[in-house]
């Protein structure tokens, strides 16, 4: 039981790196064909459209050219650093818990509270105090920046929610099978949320063209 408990949660493991690794890249697969005569002609409008970095945003880095190694200060803002922790934990965390409708271990009980716990912490952080503030977007980034910030707050609505049905669960009904069904139905639905949330933050950077080297970002608001 021990090593097919253990398997499961290896395997689930490597699907929500996996998730992440798409996700870091936009879900684009690099290197396969070439981009359109409408891309490019969108990509040098944006360029027209942007503005322009101020150098002193980024002389810190600047002044070490030999460290590969960015330091915190050197990012306009600090949503970028920690926005992956929420995402991979709530994923964790109903994994861990649909597992458990089965198992109905103690020992997957207490992984499912911390990273809740923490993914609701994180999530609530990155949403509320460190989230960038825009200028300056289109009106179709706009529009996939609301949907963005619709699902962060989905994402922390649920999750708030779960860790209060997680701890009840374990503390209250001591695990029982119909408690444990009931917190895995919310943490999936915050799982759900904070992927389309991840979705669209990766179309908001990717495509848009928000935040790589501070663009469209609000520099009075740095984190």
Not at 25 to 52: I, N
Not at 72 to 82: Q, W
Not at 120 to 142: C, D, N, Q, R, W
Not at 168 to 187: C, N
Request: overall charge neutral.
């Amino acid at each position: 039981m021990k090593n097919t408990c253990f398997l499961l949660l290896l395997m689930l493991f490597l699907s929500v790196i996996n998730t992440q690794t798409l996700y870091a890249h936009g879900g684009e697969k690099h290197g396969k064909g070439a981009p359109t005569q409408e891309k490019l002609q969108m990509a040098d409008t944006a360029a027209l459209v942007q503005p322009a970095v101020a150098p002193e945003a980024h002389a810190a880095h600047q002044q070490e050219p030999e460290s590969a190694h960015a330091r915190p200060d050197d990012f306009p803002n600090r949503h970028p650093l920690l926005v992956h922790f929420p995402i991979v934990l709530l994923l964790v965390a109903a994994a861990v818990q649909l597992c458990n409708i089965l198992f109905l271990r103690r020992e997957l009980d207490w992984i499912t509270t911390i990273a809740t716990l923490i993914s609701f912490g994180m999530a609530y952080y990155v949403t509320k105090i460190a989230h960038p503030h825009t200028s300056g977007l289109t009106e179709h980034a706009k529009l996939v920046l609301a949907q963005h910030d619709y699902y962060a707050d989905w994402t922390i609505y649920l999750a708030g929610i779960g860790l209060a049905a997680q701890l009840m669960s374990q503390f209250l009904f001591k695990g029982k099978r119909w408690s444990v069904l009931v917190v895995a139905f919310v943490l999936t639905g915050a799982a759900y949320s904070v992927a389309m949330a991840g979705h669209y933050g990766a179309q908001l950077v990717h495509i848009e063209g928000v935040g790589p080297q501070g663009k469209y970002l609000d520099t009075g608001h740095h984190h």
